[in-house]
């Protein structure tokens, strides 16, 4: 599949895709998955051999979609949340690595941190920010509504101090949503500690929704938070809003990227006259990529449509490697086309993310999940030898989902002439 700037194929190529949706994907089972290497799918610039990889099983059955934290001091954090049933009873679970993820700690469940989706951003004055989801089934719910949290730490999460997102500002019991990572900005003030920002929205469709969109802000790592700044997001009125399960990139030459969630059931889903074979639920939702070169006041789609990947393709997250290559880490969630199951993929731009081919030299991290859901969401970490350390879940023959931990290195780029 020839992409444009940002993936957007063209219609003979996605009736290629669907017709190949068709087949069962390459999947792996749990004892297999043990020793299988990362994936080049479609080699141009990335060497088309397999990459060695370390997986590490991590936690206990119904654990799901698992985040993984550098931390300042050098340890490996990742955070899940475990899927209680029955009622539900949804709460963090944290491991630890302090030998670059090479070995794990034991399983630290803390049902006193109550939510999901956790997601934990290190600032760079030490403390760390962790944003959540609160779902209206969890049996602690006595609002009748999900809403956000946001969580956090100086001593490195060992100790917890929650933040309620809403009610108050926000339209009577309406859903609040977070962007996943808090990202930072330079800070006039205190060039040494930047100001942490964290996008807030509302959930669902209703009117003036960029009313209630805002950047929250804060100089003192999360103990107060400033929620006056309204960014203007080109009136976006999505489902989950424009800060809602979606990734906001930092680039270190001043310019943001932002990633939206764009919803099946909304006026933005369609790519141009391509077609969806199989939809199911919100696992045909797609991403769209935004632009911001005044430091988050205004937001543009990239290349004006912004169109970002496929149908089913969601969660992104993007890392700056040391060499300069940014890495986008994302999960195929529904109606893989790539030939793997359902999971965890990555991607490189070679211009800050100025454009992506999501055809070639796609990297394979994860593709043992069974069935048509569980598989994917995390995210990667680089170490100081170059090492990477991704995380991520996947639904086993048990029908359960499980979280592993992988090590790899991702090799060089070959210069490719035009």
């Given at each position: 599949?020839?992409?444009?700037?940002?993936g957007?194929?063209?219609?003979?190529?996605w009736?290629?895709?669907?017709?190949?949706m068709?087949?069962a994907?390459?999947?792996?089972?749990a004892?297999?998955?043990?020793?299988?290497p990362?994936?080049?799918?479609?080699?141009?610039?990335?060497?088309?051999?397999?990459?060695?990889?370390?997986?590490t099983?991590?936690?206990?059955?119904?654990?799901?979609?698992?985040?993984?934290?550098?931390?300042?001091?050098g340890?490996?954090?990742?955070?899940?949340?475990?899927?209680g049933?029955?009622?539900?009873?949804?709460?963090?679970?944290f491991?630890?690595?302090?030998?670059?993820?090479?070995?794990?700690?034991?399983?630290?469940?803390?049902?006193d941190?109550?939510?999901?989706?956790?997601?934990?951003?290190?600032?760079?004055?030490?403390?760390?920010v962790?944003?959540c989801?609160?779902?209206?089934?969890d049996?602690?719910?006595?609002?009748?509504?999900?809403?956000?949290?946001?969580?956090?730490?100086?001593?490195?999460?060992?100790?917890?101090?929650?933040?309620?997102?809403?009610?108050?500002?926000?339209?009577?019991?309406?859903?609040?949503n977070t962007?996943?990572?808090?990202?930072?900005?330079?800070?006039?003030?205190?060039?040494?500690?930047p100001i942490?920002?964290?996008?807030?929205?509302?959930?669902?469709?209703?009117?003036?929704?960029?009313k209630?969109?805002?950047?929250?802000?804060?100089?003192?790592?999360?103990?107060?938070?400033?929620?006056?700044?309204?960014?203007?997001?080109?009136?976006?009125?999505?489902?989950?809003?424009?800060f809602?399960?979606?990734?906001?990139?930092?680039?270190?030459?001043?310019?943001?990227?932002?990633?939206?969630?764009?919803?099946?059931?909304?006026?933005?889903w369609?790519?141009?006259?391509?077609?969806?074979?199989?939809?199911?639920?919100?696992?045909?939702?797609r991403?769209?990529?935004w632009k911001?070169?005044?430091?988050?006041?205004?937001?543009?789609?990239?290349?004006?449509?912004?169109?970002?990947?496929?149908?089913?393709?969601?969660?992104?997250?993007?890392?700056?490697?040391?060499?300069?290559?940014?890495?986008?880490?994302?999960?195929?969630?529904?109606?893989?086309?790539?030939?793997?199951?359902?999971?965890?993929?990555?991607?490189?731009?070679?211009?800050d993310?100025?454009?992506?081919?999501?055809?070639?030299?796609?990297?394979?991290?994860d593709?043992?999940?069974?069935?048509?859901?569980?598989?994917?969401?995390?995210?990667t970490?680089?170490?100081?030898d170059?090492?990477?350390?991704?995380?991520?879940?996947?639904?086993?023959?048990?029908?359960?989902?499980?979280?592993?931990?992988?090590?790899?290195?991702?090799?060089?780029?070959?210069?490719?002439?035009?």
């Amino acid at each position: 599949m020839n992409t444009n700037s940002v993936g957007h194929p063209n219609r003979r190529q996605w009736i290629a895709m669907s017709a190949a949706m068709a087949y069962a994907p390459t999947r792996l089972t749990a004892t297999e998955n043990r020793d299988a290497p990362v994936l080049i799918k479609n080699p141009k610039r990335l060497p088309s051999a397999p990459i060695t990889a370390d997986r590490t099983p991590l936690g206990i059955p119904e654990d799901y979609k698992p985040w993984i934290t550098k931390l300042n001091n050098g340890d490996l954090l990742i955070t899940c949340f475990h899927a209680g049933r029955d009622p539900f009873d949804e709460h963090a679970v944290f491991w630890r690595s302090t030998d670059g993820g090479d070995t794990w700690s034991k399983r630290i469940a803390r049902r006193d941190i109550v939510g999901r989706e956790f997601a934990v951003t290190q600032l760079t004055g030490g403390s760390i920010v962790m944003t959540c989801h609160f779902l209206t089934q969890d049996k602690r719910n006595t609002d009748g509504y999900p809403y956000s949290k946001l969580f956090h730490s100086h001593d490195n999460g060992k100790t917890w101090v929650e933040t309620r997102v809403g009610p108050k500002g926000f339209p009577s019991k309406r859903p609040t949503n977070t962007d996943r990572n808090v990202f930072e900005l330079p800070n006039p003030d205190d060039p040494k500690n930047p100001i942490a920002c964290v996008g807030i929205s509302t959930s669902g469709y209703h009117e003036h929704k960029s009313k209630y969109t805002s950047i929250w802000t804060s100089t003192d790592g999360g103990d107060n938070w400033n929620r006056d700044w309204k960014p203007n997001t080109d009136n976006w009125d999505d489902f989950d809003g424009f800060f809602g399960q979606s990734y906001t990139y930092p680039s270190p030459t001043g310019k943001l990227l932002h990633v939206v969630r764009v919803d099946r059931r909304g006026k933005y889903w369609k790519l141009g006259d391509q077609k969806l074979t199989n939809e199911r639920g919100d696992q045909g939702d797609r991403m769209m990529i935004w632009k911001s070169l005044d430091q988050g006041k205004t937001w543009r789609r990239l290349n004006k449509h912004g169109d970002f990947g496929g149908y089913g393709e969601m969660y992104p997250r993007f890392l700056k490697l040391n060499d300069g290559r940014l890495l986008l880490t994302f999960t195929v969630r529904s109606n893989s086309y790539d030939g793997y199951a359902l999971g965890l993929r990555a991607l490189l731009s070679y211009d800050d993310g100025e454009t992506w081919d999501f055809d070639h030299d796609r990297i394979i991290i994860d593709y043992a999940n069974q069935g048509a859901s569980g598989g994917g969401y995390g995210n990667t970490v680089q170490l100081e030898d170059d090492s990477l350390v991704s995380t991520y879940s996947f639904r086993g023959d048990d029908g359960k989902t499980h979280v592993e931990a992988v090590k790899w290195k991702i090799p060089h780029s070959r210069l490719v002439t035009p």
